[in-house]
């Protein structure tokens, strides 16, 4: 499992905005990829206006050229797509500085993305791949929420036509263009509530880390660890 190292005043403000409002805004529709809307700077703080060049958008859109057979061969799709378009966006926008989770040093801005600009700007993308007839084996659901005791945690969401199975679709943990998971919803909200909703317990990083895996307490005591040992040298 993998943790967002976001420092306490974050957990509650970062990711954590069902009180301010930002939270529960829905994704604007984008009908055309002449006027795309994409969020960043934490709770879509920025919006812009994004129009992609018909260059761009083929290369996008390249990703369903052959319809996909099967709905699993569609989410491979969508992942791909997903991405592709963050990239291009990033042409565009700040965008292209955001590193994944929401990161207490390092980050740059204009541009950082925390899960709320994440999961609004996903969803835009995938209502606009819906509403082109680019989707066929899936349908595109409100913003998918998780949270544990003291945060909460928002991603895309879709749900597979012909069996109702609904799967998140969370670009919070990569940086700009990488490859967002696309995790079996009943996965994705099993966290562990009396610790964090920004753990990372998806497939694909498992398979990327089965060789240095550590189990969650683990990974709390290396972390309480480190601050312990920067507290003593800072006195």
Sequence with gaps: ?????SPTSRLLAACAFALAGWAQTPALAATSHEAIP????????????????PREWAEVSGWF???????EEERQQIKQANGWMEGVVGNHTPTHRDKGLDLEEGAEFPGQL????ESLNTTTYLKLFEHQGLIRHHRVLDRAYRRALLDQHWAGQIEELATGRRFAVDSWFQDNGILPYVQEMSEWEDIPFFFSSYVDNSTEYDEYNQNSKRSLWQSIKDRLTRRTDETVRTD
Excluded: E, H, Q
């Design 38 to 53: 994409v969020c960043y700077n934490f709770g879509c703080k920025v919006r812009d206006i994004v129009s992609l060049t």
């Design 114 to 117: 925390d899960c709320i600009d």
């Design 1 to 5: 499992m993998r943790l967002c190292t």
């Design 65 to 71: 050229r052959v319809p996909a057979a099967t709905a």
